[in-house]
């Protein structure tokens, strides 16, 4: 007698949708906090808790901790990658003297009391600067504006909370503050293990390593969602297979997963935001450094793509422009469109040309070398762009 086979039932498209969107909330910001905006991601979290530790432990390898009022997804990123750094509100990296006040910050705070005011928090990062052997002189503006930048990301990221006070302008005028310090939240910030560390190289090589059981698909997986450009020729040998093999089941995992549309190409891939979230840097954006960027890269694909398809690999991945072509395209450029950059940038291009220049080094489009050469990415050639020139610009109301 034959047997009918009762079909697989439905997956529930709202669940799917709602993981979706708390992955994608994860990928996002990575400590989710039930203050404020994050409160409804991690709502979504918390019920698909199990399905969304499985995906993220199996496809790239990273834990994920979720506790009554935060969520942590522990993303140990790409290694030596310093073009994704913290930044400031106003958009501009942390620096060195930041970053490490920052983290005696963050050891004051593991000693200190559940609320304090701004300047016994100071007094205990004095005492953590000693006792590091750092020389750190908060008395001085400098310093005050970098601790300043360090408190004011930890508000951001749910770890402290100005109860009441004017922390914003506490580095120029001494304002007070009280701070309440979540410390659910502190004993989820740090994400490596810092016993048996050797020092900071060996932390991030331990921290970048694929877990035992991924291999070169959670290399491949990490590397494709932290980096927007994935890049056969940055590949191991086995991680390049195992890319050629299932680079097109690959696309509908991250589709399914994650709502990334994963543009095949030749030389590796593109991973594509079609809702601009999960962007940190954007690329074409606003603004005349960007404008430039983009205006530079038209002109030297354009320049250069001759021959590029009959280019034997690496040649075909990373096309050459010498520092005299880049020199002359970029004089070019700024001949034809020059009068739409802000005031700054016409009056010092070469600073216009070093900003745009950084914009595509951070976006995986550039290498710059030694030499003051740039080797532009195969996929430098999708960006085509139509560039016309208003009439505000023209008139200097741009610069308003």
């Not at 905006?37 to 969304?52: C, I, K, M, N």
């Not at 079609?274 to 450094?289: H, I, K, R, Y």
Request: net charge negative; hydrophobic share 45%.
């Amino acid at each position: 007698m034959s047997r009918i086979e009762r079909p697989a039932p439905a997956e529930d498209v709202q669940a799917v949708a709602e993981r979706q969107r708390a992955a994608r909330a994860l990928l996002r910001t990575p400590l989710l906090h039930a203050d404020g905006q994050d409160a409804d991601d991690l709502r979504l979290v918390r019920r698909h808790r199990t399905e969304l530790e499985r995906l993220f432990a199996d496809g790239f390898g990273y834990r994920l901790v979720v506790d009554p009022g935060a969520a942590r997804l522990f993303k140990t990123g790409l290694g030596r990658d310093a073009t994704r750094p913290l930044r400031r509100r106003a958009g501009k990296a942390f620096t060195p003297r930041m970053y490490a006040l920052l983290c005696l910050t963050v050891a004051a705070l593991g000693r200190a009391k559940s609320q304090l005011l701004v300047d016994e928090l100071v007094a205990q990062v004095r005492s953590a600067a000693v006792d590091a052997g750092l020389d750190v002189d908060l008395d001085s503006i400098t310093d005050r504006r970098a601790l300043h930048a360090a408190l004011s990301a930890l508000v951001d990221l749910g770890v402290l909370h100005e109860r009441d006070g004017d922390l914003e302008h506490w580095a120029d005028q001494r304002t007070a503050s009280l701070l309440d310090v979540r410390r659910d939240r502190l004993g989820l910030l740090v994400s490596a293990v810092l016993t048996g560390a050797e020092g900071p190289d060996d932390l991030i090589n331990r921290a970048a390593l694929p877990s035992a059981a991924g291999g070169a698909r959670v290399a491949v997986r990490r590397r494709l969602v932290e980096s927007p450009i994935l890049s056969i020729d940055a590949l191991t040998e086995e991680q390049a297979e195992w890319w050629r093999r299932g680079r097109n089941r690959e696309r509908e995992w991250f589709a399914d997963r994650l709502g990334l549309q994963v543009e095949l190409r030749a030389e590796g891939a593109v991973a594509i935001d079609p809702d601009g979230e999960l962007t940190d840097v954007e690329f074409p954006a606003g603004g005349s450094g960007r404008h430039l960027a983009l205006l530079l890269l038209e002109a030297l694909v354009a320049t250069l793509r001759t021959g590029a398809r009959e280019a034997a690999a690496p040649e075909r991945v990373w096309r050459r422009a010498g520092p005299e072509l880049v020199e002359a395209v970029s004089a070019e450029v700024i001949a034809q469109w020059g009068a739409g950059l802000k005031r700054e940038h016409r009056e010092n291009t070469e600073h216009a040309v070093a900003e745009a220049r950084q914009v595509l080094v951070d976006f995986g489009l550039v290498r710059v070398e030694p030499d003051g050469g740039w080797l532009l990415h195969a996929a430098a050639a999708r960006y085509a762009v139509t560039a016309t020139l208003t009439d505000a610009a023209r008139d200097g109301e741009a610069d308003r």
